[in-house]
């Protein structure tokens, strides 16, 4: 199909800067916001930006900010309140109608509330009295597993550290974390196969790497901080490739906005090629190029021979891959397939970085795996120029998950924290994000808390979440700004805000600075420089102490009150208790830019119940997805043709003829899609900024992006008024719409949509075995073009 070019300019430029001073007055945060540019990402005393988890580079700059991050920092700095005296003007009614965009841009949350049922408002609270009713409803519970706890990203490690310590105290594993909708699949078949679930890779692998490969990313929109880096290698001569169904208009080319050269018109190429696959396709991609590379003996048999376990495994199993499955699994010919294999081949330096395009799929897993699998093949790992880099998406998501934010934590973090505070740790399992909803909506969960994030919309099923919460007894809400989940109260629902990154954080111990975990696995110091925008507020570490010692009492010998007062405690305990933070106070004090974390497979130690690299064979079809497909398609046709049987039966028409029976089996062929989620360019997860989606020339979120050759196939055109359906794993038919068409370079027989507004069609069973990430990037769908009668009547 035609590539066609939405956005014709490069990423960023003067557009990057007109938008972030645009968002900054948008917020009305012009100077707090502006003075928080300033300290972002800086040494001695500045904050890690919260808009994502992309490293810093070890040269300084004096503005080190992207224009997502810009956007983010907007939103915490803002002066508006979201106060007692804005809930007294909306019911929670009212407030439920809102938009994602106009919950967002509300303002801060700035004093402890309450719901009140009688008003169908929330209503002020004393500190005191919301950590009674809080441990009075935790202490009524029949058994702790009743109780749900769930982190956002954006909580940095100190008191992630002591929130995991409370809920294991308290009795139970249920920690369900945003990881488990992101890089689930990253984290379990990178620590299966290398020991670890993380990346393998530091910034400065880049700098040396002479191929990159990235699977299912759009920096230009989700972490552009990463466009420098990608720029700089490409000038280095390091080939890039984007494997995306998309062909993302951000990745042409880049105009770096601190380059005063670049805003006078000059511009970095990007990649050297978009490999347009289909959606899901990519298992089947590195399969073609694993097979060509194995047949052809372009392995490293060394590094297989000495390093790795499972390979005749993975050999045998490329071998029974035909090549038309190949082919039919990711959409492109077995000539470009090939070509790539070539590449990688040729390379001495390879990096593959992927995002949520790879993980968030029924086959997550087999993505991550193959991956894994190429660079094994290769002897990319351990080297410098090449490995592994996930990207990860919120600031701290990873370092949550090293604090012990897990749902199966291992037996050594529970004998290390059994030891360290002298307290028996809970052994069971707990909940997920999909089992916990599935609790949730089975009312097996009682109370639900949250520190950060914005569960229900986040999850699949939202609406079914949300009716959920309604029937818990104690819902509370740590968060900075107010969002739809907060919308569903329980008994007893609590808003608790906090002190955002950006802002000053002083307790009776004095300023305090927290600590973050990159994606590359680097501590780094983050320390707002802004004051509070109230003083009611509190910080999440003291929040979780005073809810601790109200739960507890004095029967705790932890010293909840000094760890939330003294951040330096904290990291004491995390010393003792979390491996590879051994002298943490003295090694963060110590260098400008953080320090690394051990990761064994850099060094080719692994710690794999093999002691081995591990080979790992795909446990779905490559052609998993063509399959869905087609056998949706078989079941549409048949469905039409006894459909219409027995139209003709009641009515005693004309029967069908062959060639309407074929003309129906064609329509329904076309009916059939692959349909993908995507952020926008005014979105960070799920908080809307605005409607601005810049690469990709909407101003609206209620759009279905399709290729405009598959438009005219069907006889349709751009504006156009569509209708998603889906069936679920349990037969039942989901909906979204009426959506609006809209042009995109997307592969064929695929359409693609905003999270989260398609949440509803995903349902808590559709999702990946191992990993239980839901399938957000791959959905099967049928499109109905909605009537001009039908929009009129439904208005």
Known sequence: MRKIPIYKHPAAGWSALISSARKLMDYQAFLRGSLSVLSSNQPKGGFDCPGCAWPDHKSHKALDVCETGIKVLASEAMSIRTDAKFFARHTVTELQGWTGYELEHSGRLSEPMHYDAA?????????????????????????????????????????????QLLVRCFGTNNLPDCSNMCHEPTSVMLGKQLGLGKATVILEDFEQAKLIIMFGQNPATNHPRMLEMLAHAHKQGCRILSVNPMREQGLKAFRNPQKPTHLLGNSDDMVDDVIQIQIGGDAALLTGMAKWLTKNGKVNSDFINTHTSGYEALDTWLRQQSWEDVVRGCGISKEEIISIARLVAESPGTICTWGMGITQHVQGDDNVAMITNLLLLMGMIGIDGGGASPVRGHSNVQGDRTMGIHERPSQSLLDSMEKTFNHPMPQEDGFDVINGAKALIEGKIKAFMSMGGNYAVAAPDTSAIQQALTSNQLNVFVATKLNETMLYPGVDNLILPCVSRTERLITTKGEQFATIEDSMCKIVATQGRLNPISKTLKSEAQIVADIATHLFGSESKIPWQAMGADFDVTRDYIAQAIEGFEDFNQRIRAEDRGFYLYHPARHREWHTESGKAQFEVPKYPITYVATQMAERTSKLVADSKHANSLNSDVNDAQSISIDDSQNQAQSSEQAIWQLTSVRSHDQFNTMIFGFQDRYRQTDRRDVLFMHPDEMRRLGWQKGDTVRVLRQDSKGQQRTLGPLILTEMDIAANAVATYYPECNDLIDLDTHAPDSRIPSYKSLTVVLERVSADELVASA
């Open 119 to 163: 008003q169908d408002r929330y209503v002020p609270i004393s500190w005191e009295n919301a950590y009674v009713r809080i441990a009075e409803q935790l202490k009524k519970l029949d058994s702790p597993d009743e109780a749900m706890f769930y982190t956002s990203g954006r909580v940095t490690n100190e008191p992630a550290f002591m929130y």
